[in-house]
């Protein structure tokens, strides 16, 4: 599968972990949990993806295709029957913040690989303003080294469901309603000023921004192969 919306759905995930766990945590998120999430009905794939900055130290989403799929029966039981590992993965994720999306608008075209960087951005508007993105993502996707630029809205009702796992983590959806993730091709630069350089949304509020590097990507399995 290229880089690129592979669905209308996306839960996006942040979080640190405690030092001397990255190493395990790493280890069950590529050979145990992401393979597990991306063998569920209606999910498509799944990213790991590590901090360049101050922003919480890993993003992890899983595409699908729906955002419907993040509240089916199959997912919801998988959230609600965690294994060994996972219940003890969990009780290492720091200031965790997850969210899922419904897609809204893209610009650019996807590049032929999972993109090895991205830029996520979390926003509000002022209230009252509305959202017409159009000219702001075309300008953010003819960026030097941009190939897509989504924009996606959270589900407040799918975000907000408690599961076994979210008891564990501790954690709940971000207050920002707004994510724009533009993938790219080339490395994040010193001086990279891609957000705040490009004009349209001139009053974004409670940003936050993280610049970050692919680590995994699992695809699901094709039909007729074990998961």
Not at 43 to 56: K, N
Request: hydrophobic share 40%; net charge negative.
């Amino acid at each position: 599968m290229s880089g690129g919306r592979a669905g209308s759905g996306l839960m996006a995930f942040w979080a640190g972990f405690d030092e001397d766990y990255v190493l395990r945590y790493q280890q069950w998120h590529n050979c145990e949990h992401v393979p597990e999430r991306v063998s569920i009905p209606g999910f498509l794939r799944g990213r790991r993806y590590r901090a360049m900055d101050s922003a919480p130290n890993f993003l992890m989403m899983y595409d699908t295709a729906s955002p419907e799929v993040l509240s089916s029966e199959a997912y919801l039981n998988a959230l609600n029957n965690p294994t060994p590992w996972t219940q003890e993965a969990l009780t290492h994720f720091r200031a965790p913040v997850r969210n899922i999306y419904r897609f809204l608008a893209e610009a650019g075209a996807a590049g032929p690989f999972v993109a090895p960087w991205v830029t996520a951005l979390r926003f509000n508007l002022p209230e009252g303003d509305s959202l017409d993105a159009s000219s702001w993502l075309q300008a953010l996707a003819e960026a030097r080294g941009v190939d897509l630029v989504q924009l996606w809205q959270v589900d407040e009702t799918a975000s907000m469901i408690m599961t076994k796992e979210r008891k564990i983590y501790g954690g709940g959806p971000g207050q920002q309603q707004y994510l724009a993730l533009i993938e790219r091709h080339l490395p994040h630069g010193e001086a990279d000023t891609i957000v705040s350089s490009v004009g349209g949304f001139a009053n974004l509020r409670d940003e936050f921004a993280g610049n970050y590097w692919l680590e995994i990507a699992h695809t699901a399995p094709l039909k007729g192969t074990k998961p």
